[in-house]
């Protein structure tokens, strides 16, 4: 299985956990095997259209998704996939 890493300020979502192991052969189905568990994340992951908010930025062993196969990025097991909000404001 693929092992997530949640940001710390997202961690109470998620049961208070950074880093959890989570079925799924590709980055959509772990998002939708997470959400299907902690369903109080959707709103912070999705917009209102469904689609990946544009601030969230999902990185597969070191490698963002814009730079792979997106959401259909296929995962074997130990592949660490970092969920990672960004960050602004000075």
Same mark, same amino acid.
């Given at each position: ?11 109470? !979502?998620?049961?208070?956990? =950074? ?6 052969? =590709? ?10 568990? !902690? ?6 992951? !999705?917009?209102? @259209? ?18 792979? @196969?997106?959401?259909? =990025? ?17």
């Amino acid at each position: 299985m693929p092992i997530i890493r949640f940001p710390a300020l997202m961690k109470f !979502y998620v049961d208070n956990q =950074t880093e959890f192991e989570v079925n799924g052969a =590709t980055v959509a189905e772990v998002l939708e095997n997470i959400l299907a568990r !902690y369903p109080a994340l959707k709103p912070h992951l !999705y917009d209102a @259209n469904g689609e990946l908010r544009r601030h969230f930025n999902i990185f597969v062993n070191g490698v963002h998704l814009r730079e792979l @196969n997106g959401l259909a =990025t296929e995962l074997q097991t130990g592949d660490k996939v970092i969920l990672m909000a960004s960050a602004a404001g000075g």
